[in-house]
């Protein structure tokens, strides 16, 4: 069983949808980090959290330290949000990634 | 500022040669991390480095090395290649305080490696 668990590893949504990933891991952590992929590899940091909520734009993270887990949120979803969305956890001296979430907005 | 540039950004290699790949971080970041990217295995943590000592490393043999020099570049080496080398490998820079992987992560582009 891996140490981070996404689902779902695929989600097609429909422009304007709300689209909800999580995130379950098992490891003790000190932080979480989302990050997104677009084709191509490029990767960029969404969030960095340890606790509560954070918000930027249309995008909203989650974390619930007691029960291992973390959503991403995204509202009023856009063709250009399809990526691979991947989960990492920052546990002792390593990161350990999720396997990632492909979304695909369709217009 | 300048991102995180990753040079070369495309290389083929054959079995049993070494490689190096360079990363200059954001100006100013001292914590540089590297990534490997595989279709099989995601993506998984080699190591980083904050103001030239290696602090953190992942689980890669030996053959996978790196450093970092004064002025925070790093460099990060493979050595007698193997097929199963083919990746692509991110770096990426954060400030560093604390804990540097408890810090938002920066990433450079990549340099897809190919082993043939």
């Known amino acids: 069983k891996n140490e981070v668990e996404q689902s779902p590893q695929n989600l097609t949504a429909q422009e304007g949808e709300f689209i909800t990933i999580n995130c379950s891991y098992s490891?003790?952590?000190?932080?979480l980090h989302w990050l997104q992929q677009h084709p191509g590899g490029g990767i960029v940091s969404l969030f960095m959290?340890?606790?509560g909520k954070k918000k930027h734009g249309r995008l909203i993270a989650t974390i619930n330290i007691q029960e291992k887990h973390s959503s991403l949120h995204i509202t009023a979803s856009h063709p250009r949000d399809s990526a691979v969305y991947i989960c990492?956890?920052?546990?002792?001296?390593?990161?350990?990634f999720g396997t990632g979430t492909l979304l695909a907005v369709q217009p | 500022k300048a991102g995180v540039t990753q040079t070369p950004r495309y290389l083929i290699k054959t079995r049993g040669q070494q490689v190096t790949l360079s990363c200059s971080p954001i100006?100013?970041?001292?914590?540089v991390s590297w990534y490997q990217q595989t279709p099989g295995q995601g993506l998984q943590f080699l190591f980083e480095?904050?103001?030239?000592?290696?602090?953190n490393k992942g689980n890669f043999p030996g053959r996978f090395s790196g450093r970092q020099f004064s002025n925070s570049r790093s460099e990060m080496n493979v050595s007698t290649l193997e097929l199963g080398d083919s990746a692509l490998y991110l770096c990426?820079?954060?400030?560093?305080?604390?804990?540097?992987?408890?810090?938002?992560?920066?990433f450079g582009p990549g340099t897809r490696l190919t082993v043939l």
């Open positions: 990426a820079s954060s400030l560093g305080a604390g804990d540097p992987l408890e810090n938002e992560q920066f």
């Open positions: 490891v003790g952590i000190s932080a």
């Open positions: 959290l340890s606790s």
């Open positions: 990492a956890v920052s546990g002792g001296d390593k990161l350990i």
């Open positions: 100006s100013g970041h001292r914590s």
């Open positions: 480095y904050f103001s030239e000592t290696q602090r």
